[in-house]
């Protein structure tokens, strides 16, 4: 009976989730561990431990589970429509309360810090973000718990309190449910099980790649994390397995460019501590901040209780776009590789690619017209990208095909069909896909109302 009474069955797993040290074990564990007693099961006959337990009528069998700080730990039934994406039914989850009181006590020292790390407003809606989480039991019967963004936090000096922050959180939302030290690979590779079990993760000392276009694939594979609301984990050796999404993330940095963050990004909160390290030192040690966040981390009660009675939030800001700051767009500009900074000027000012140009190589006699351009509003991202190699005026500056497209969706103008390209057809018969990088007017008529074979003359007029 005690066997059975700390082993739950978890059907999406094919394994035992036991009680007593809230991990799932695998049927072979399970047998490995009781096979001194060699149990027996109904016919009487001595049997691995796994199989005694499946077949006994009040062993506790669900066919999934999930994290979820608003609910009991245990089995407990969803409703439809309950938890977004997840199907009605009796589900396990393996969530652990910490058991943090709520006491009234002295937190200044701890809030002082952080509100002069980050700034008085940044910290103020990291205070909301926490109070929101601690309060999961409420916010369940509203939009859910599950935040729509992340917060960014970038420093270019390491040792100013990130990891510390980190490890506060770990004490007051319980040490099971924290995992304060993740690296980005973690969580996009092909095994993602350190999401489970888990109501917050922060990934440490991201930086990715110095190539534009892995970076933004990378980045946009862990944005996707933030607003799925199931997820597809890949336990070794067993089967893909569908989990609702509700951990919350931060991303702790020393890099200048973490994430990629595009203009459009809606689910970034960036902080940049811009704070020397002679300011940090002096503060954490000379005038023993570090002292006070430690004993926080020791016993977080007191802002525990700061949190529920002072705090107030419009839920909503969870759901909507995460809030815009100057150093987002201090992040984004950063992000912007040579060739895209100097497209966005060029087009901006109405100068080559986008403006007619003419370069000529050597000197006198010998000189030779090697680009004769002329502009009409629209680009091949080929042709342009055989006209950029020839010029000197972009010899200096790495680009390739990739780079080409980012920029030209950056400065063109959808056609009216809705497309980044429209295609258009050549005298002889060819067809090309360009883009309106700018909806001139010609001889009375706009390019985005032209047809395909008017655009098709256009573009081959004065052609060399």
Same mark, same amino acid.
């Given at each position: 009976t005690a066997i059975l009474d700390n082993h739950i069955y978890a059907q999406s797993r094919t394994d035992f989730f036991e009680l007593d040290t809230n991990e799932f074990k695998s049927k072979e564990q399970i047998n490995d561990w009781w096979k001194h007693t060699k149990p027996k099961g109904q016919s009487g006959k001595i049997q691995p431990m796994s199989s005694v337990l499946l077949e006994h009528s009040d062993l506790i069998k669900v066919r999934s589970?999930?994290?979820?700080?608003?609910?009991?730990?245990?089995?407990?039934?969803?409703?439809?429509?309950?938890?977004?994406?997840?199907?009605?039914?009796?589900?396990?989850?393996?969530?652990?309360?910490?058991?943090?009181?709520?006491?009234?006590?002295?937190?200044?020292?701890?809030?002082?810090?952080?509100?002069?790390?980050?700034?008085?407003?940044?910290?103020?809606?990291?205070?909301?973000?926490?109070?929101?989480?601690?309060?999961?039991?409420?916010?369940?019967?509203?939009?859910?718990?599950?935040?729509?963004?992340?917060?960014?936090?970038?420093?270019?000096?390491?040792?100013?309190?990130?990891?510390?922050?980190?490890?506060?959180?770990?004490?007051?939302?319980?040490?099971?449910?924290?995992?304060?030290?993740?690296?980005?690979k973690q969580m &996009? +590779?092909?095994?993602?099980? !350190? /999401?489970?079990? *888990?109501?917050?993760?922060?990934?440490?000392?991201?930086? =990715?790649? $110095?190539?534009?276009?892995?970076?933004?694939?990378?980045?946009?594979?862990?944005?996707?994390? &933030? +607003?799925?609301?199931?997820? !597809? /984990?890949?336990? *070794?050796?067993?089967?893909?397995?569908?989990?609702?999404? =509700?951990? $919350?993330?931060?991303?702790?940095?020393?890099?200048?460019?973490?994430?990629?963050?595009?203009?459009?990004?809606?689910?970034?909160?960036? /902080?940049?501590? *811009?704070?020397?390290?002679?300011?940090?030192?002096?503060? =954490?040690?000379?005038?023993?901040?570090?002292?006070?966040?430690?004993?926080?981390?020791?016993?977080?009660?007191?802002?525990?209780?700061?949190?529920?009675?002072?705090?107030?939030?419009?839920?909503?800001m969870f759901f909507n776009d995460a809030p815009f700051t100057q150093d987002k767009q201090e992040l984004i500009d950063s992000n912007k590789g040579d060739f895209l900074q100097e497209i966005e000027a060029r087009h901006e000012n109405n100068e080559f690619p986008f403006g007619d140009h003419v370069e000529y190589r050597g000197f006198g006699m010998n000189q030779d017209r090697i680009i004769d351009y002329k502009y009409k509003g629209m680009i091949n991202k080929l042709d342009i990208r055989r006209v950029l190699k020839k010029s000197e005026e972009f010899k200096d500056i790495f680009f390739n095909l990739t780079e080409i497209e980012i920029a030209l969706k950056k400065v063109s103008t959808k056609w009216p069909n809705g497309e980044w390209t429209k295609q258009i057809v050549r005298s002889n018969g060819k067809r090309k896909r360009v883009y309106c990088t700018h909806p001139i007017e010609i001889d009375g008529t706009y390019i985005t109302e032209m047809s395909e074979g008017e655009l098709g003359k256009l573009y081959e007029k004065d052609e060399v």
């Amino acid at each position: 009976t005690a066997i059975l009474d700390n082993h739950i069955y978890a059907q999406s797993r094919t394994d035992f989730f036991e009680l007593d040290t809230n991990e799932f074990k695998s049927k072979e564990q399970i047998n490995d561990w009781w096979k001194h007693t060699k149990p027996k099961g109904q016919s009487g006959k001595i049997q691995p431990m796994s199989s005694v337990l499946l077949e006994h009528s009040d062993l506790i069998k669900v066919r999934s589970y999930l994290t979820h700080a608003g609910l009991n730990p245990g089995v407990v039934s969803i409703y439809r429509g309950m938890i977004k994406g997840l199907k009605e039914g009796e589900y396990l989850n393996i969530y652990e309360d910490p058991q943090i009181e709520v006491i009234p006590g002295d937190y200044k020292r701890f809030d002082e810090y952080y509100s002069w790390l980050l700034g008085k407003d940044n910290w103020l809606i990291e205070k909301q973000r926490l109070a929101f989480m601690l309060r999961a039991k409420e916010e369940i019967e509203h939009n859910g718990i599950k935040i729509q963004w992340f917060s960014i936090w970038h420093s270019s000096i390491q040792g100013v309190g990130k990891g510390l922050f980190a490890q506060f959180c770990q004490s007051l939302f319980g040490y099971s449910n924290v995992a304060p030290n993740v690296k980005f690979k973690q969580m &996009i +590779t092909t095994h993602t099980t !350190i /999401i489970e079990g *888990k109501q917050i993760i922060f990934l440490n000392e991201v930086v =990715l790649e $110095n190539n534009t276009a892995k970076t933004k694939v990378l980045s946009n594979e862990f944005k996707d994390l &933030i +607003t799925e609301p199931n997820l !597809i /984990i890949n336990p *070794k050796m067993k089967p893909q397995i569908q989990i609702p999404n =509700l951990c $919350n993330f931060y991303v702790h940095s020393n890099a200048d460019t973490p994430l990629y963050i595009e203009d459009t990004d809606r689910r970034a909160f960036v /902080i940049n501590i *811009k704070h020397t390290k002679q300011n940090v030192n002096f503060k =954490l040690l000379d005038e023993g901040y570090k002292e006070d966040i430690l004993n926080a981390i020791k016993d977080p009660s007191a802002f525990k209780y700061h949190l529920l009675n002072d705090i107030t939030y419009d839920r909503q800001m969870f759901f909507n776009d995460a809030p815009f700051t100057q150093d987002k767009q201090e992040l984004i500009d950063s992000n912007k590789g040579d060739f895209l900074q100097e497209i966005e000027a060029r087009h901006e000012n109405n100068e080559f690619p986008f403006g007619d140009h003419v370069e000529y190589r050597g000197f006198g006699m010998n000189q030779d017209r090697i680009i004769d351009y002329k502009y009409k509003g629209m680009i091949n991202k080929l042709d342009i990208r055989r006209v950029l190699k020839k010029s000197e005026e972009f010899k200096d500056i790495f680009f390739n095909l990739t780079e080409i497209e980012i920029a030209l969706k950056k400065v063109s103008t959808k056609w009216p069909n809705g497309e980044w390209t429209k295609q258009i057809v050549r005298s002889n018969g060819k067809r090309k896909r360009v883009y309106c990088t700018h909806p001139i007017e010609i001889d009375g008529t706009y390019i985005t109302e032209m047809s395909e074979g008017e655009l098709g003359k256009l573009y081959e007029k004065d052609e060399v």
